[in-house]
């Protein structure tokens, strides 16, 4: 789980558009071929976004499997909004930055030439919210984060299925707007849409964080089984 390689994330890397599918060879030489090698990469399917600022598909050689993070594209990160679902399966009309969604992701890596086999899903556990929202609909402004368990911006979805009930859908996720807070989460119908488009795609699974972020009877795992 390296970000993010030859691009920014908390800090700029600039190892060059190799030295990632250099490191995983490294890894394979090491490991040998009868071990599972996986990597955890970023899901910006924008144009110059972070997908093209490493060569992924010349690096597949080296892994079993790739996890595009397909959550967390927007949040309260960007304080005042717009209110927009954090892992939209598909691109909508208003989405604040397109590229930003699980389809434009593996579309793209697909599109390099990457088995789509060797491409897992990934799913969110979890909520991003913000407070200060008076628009039930995606695209409001906001004051700051929502109120969260561990962290502001955050909470787990066995909390938010009944502390901020689903208003709505948008992108195949679903959002909930309760008094002046604003959340977006999948729920075990989502779910359910995404692991259709996983089978249309001839994805090889799917992954997910984080396990306790799920009702202790399962919901979400069972609905991605």
Not at 83 to 90: G, I, V
Not at 94 to 122: R, V
Not at 169 to 195: F, L, Q, R
Request: hydrophobic letters at 30%; charged letters at 20%; one cysteine or more.
């Amino acid at each position: 789980d390296w970000e993010y390689p030859n691009a920014c994330g908390l800090t700029c890397d600039t190892s060059g558009r190799d030295a990632y599918g250099e490191l995983l060879g490294e890894l394979r030489k090491s490991f040998g071929n009868d071990n599972l090698i996986t990597s955890a990469i970023t899901a910006d399917g924008s144009e110059g976004g972070k997908i093209d600022a490493v060569d992924y598909a010349g690096a597949a050689q080296h892994l079993d499997w790739y996890l595009p993070m397909t959550y967390d594209f927007f949040g309260a990160f960007a304080a005042q909004g717009p209110t927009a679902p954090h892992s939209p399966l598909t691109s909508y009309p208003g989405i604040p930055t397109e590229g930003f969604n699980s389809d434009a992701a593996i579309s793209k890596l697909k599109s390099l030439g990457i088995p789509s086999e060797k491409l897992l899903l990934g799913i969110g556990f979890y909520g991003r919210g913000w407070t200060g929202v008076t628009q039930t609909e995606p695209g409001g402004s906001a004051t700051g984060a929502a109120k969260g368990t561990y962290e502001d911006g955050i909470e787990d979805y066995k909390v938010l299925k009944g502390s901020c009930p689903v208003s709505g859908t948008v992108a195949g996720t679903a959002y909930a707007h309760c008094g002046n807070d604003w959340w977006s989460y999948d729920t075990p119908e989502t779910i359910g849409t995404k692991m259709e488009y996983k089978n249309e795609q001839g994805l090889g699974g799917t992954f997910f964080w984080e396990l306790s972020g799920d009702t202790t009877n399962g919901e979400l795992i069972k609905a991605i089984s």
